[in-house]
């Protein structure tokens, strides 16, 4: 214990491998960091509740369609609807698109793994078989390109998967307002404890994925596959949008010869933990789309804060950013603990050693993020 303990000295971010060992957050225990973190994810709470119940829509009712208009509209369209579509007074759900092609893209978990396998593809068929059985067309365009259709029910399926991994974080952070209101949060640690007592609550929690095709249920993914919110879809999200995350588009050169972009998916660290809050509400920053949702839904208390700012409301989607990444390290922190190999006040050196190998990897990849940023 001492030798690993030694080694690990000079990491950059020991102090905080030193935190975590004794159970505490990543980001320091103060009462403005308490409003900001409980008030923030208040707002990204209620916009989760929009985004989870849009992407298990589009997933049961917009699947194998290929122009999908109005899979925004949660099959309510009307003038009214559209008219606050067009002038863009609506919730931005193209942001949760961008993270469900993140995950589909990084891939990582039971769900990629299973959406590869044969059994996938032979209940893909079914479905595909159902729904063109009187479309001659689009039966030839299967037999030519017999990975198509497929794969658009492998995108469905991912939809449906950061749905309903969503479904149970909005919950989450609601709940959690709820008690702040109460009186019951008061400390980061608290909140911390909240959200890693919610995630170990809802681990086994089935990911599952059936459509109805005239008056017949088709099981895409059935619960008999064994996919569960923590291990299949939780923890790729975090390595997919908190840590790898998609290059912005106008920040980076995409062109192979610049090597601006690494080679390397893993080596990828655009995520929510790394971004440039400056840069929000630019163009081609997707998670501007984001900030403009949450500001809709900013408790009182939170939106006073930012009007008292040096700026005011001029830079309100910069400030909701940096109060959204300190809410994203207390869920990284309580992530972490929930995910320690051996518990925290173990008395076995063995066990001890694991856990500090274990954080100290963590750390490593959290050397180029905004911790150091949140913390000052």
């Known amino acids: 214990m001492v030798t690993i303990t030694k080694k ?123 729904k063109f059985k009187k479309n001659p067309l689009m039966m030839g365009v299967n037999q030519l390109f017999p990975d198509f259709l497929t794969e658009q029910l492998r995108v469905t399926s991912y939809y449906t998967g950061l749905g ?17 209101d109460q009186g019951k949060i008061k400390s980061i640690p608290q909140v911390v404890d909240h959200i890693k007592g919610e995630l170990v609550a809802n681990a086994n929690k089935p990911i599952t994925y059936a459509v109805k095709l005239r ?66 509400g630019g163009a081609g920053i997707p998670p501007t789309l984001l900030m403009q949702d949450m500001r809709h839904f900013l408790p009182e208390y939170l939106h006073e804060v930012y009007r008292r700012s040096r700026r005011g409301e001029d830079d309100l989607r910069v400030q909701i950013c940096m109060s959204f990444q ?6 990284t922190t ?9 518990p925290l006040d173990s008395q076995n050196p063995d066990e001890q050693n694991a856990n500090q190998v274990y954080l100290a990897k963590w750390m490593d990849r959290l050397q180029n993020s905004r911790l150091l940023n949140v913390n000052e």
């Open 8 to 130: 690990l000295a000079n990491h950059p971010l020991f102090n905080y491998i030193q935190l975590l060992q004794k159970g505490e957050p990543l980001l320091p225990d103060n009462p403005e960091n308490v409003l900001e973190v409980v008030g923030i994810l208040k707002s990204y709470g209620v916009v989760l509740d929009a985004y989870s119940k849009n992407l298990i829509y589009i997933a049961e009712n917009q699947y194998l369609v290929f122009f999908p208009f109005f899979k925004y509209f949660n099959g309510e369209i009307t003038l009214n609807k559209l008219l606050r579509h067009w002038s863009h007074d609506r919730i931005n759900f193209e942001y949760a698109e961008y993270c469900m092609k993140a995950m589909l893209w990084h891939g990582g978990g039971g769900l990629d793994e299973y959406l590869d396998s044969a059994e996938f593809e032979e209940r893909a068929k079914a479905v595909i078989d159902a």
């Open 164 to 180: 309903q991994f969503w479904r149970v974080m909005a919950d989450m952070f609601l709940s959690l307002s709820d008690l702040y």
């Open 215 to 280: 008056d017949k249920v088709y099981e895409i993914i059935p619960q008999s596959v064994g996919l569960t919110f923590l291990a299949d879809t939780a923890i790729p999200y975090v390595e997919a949008v908190f840590f790898r995350g998609t290059p912005f588009q106008g920040t980076v050169s995409y062109n192979a010869q610049a090597y601006q972009i690494p080679a390397d998916q893993a080596r990828f660290q655009y995520g929510a933990l790394y971004a440039d809050p400056l840069p929000i």
């Open 326 to 331: 300190k809410s994203m390290f207390c869920v």
């Open 334 to 342: 309580a992530t972490i603990l929930g995910l320690m190999p051996h």
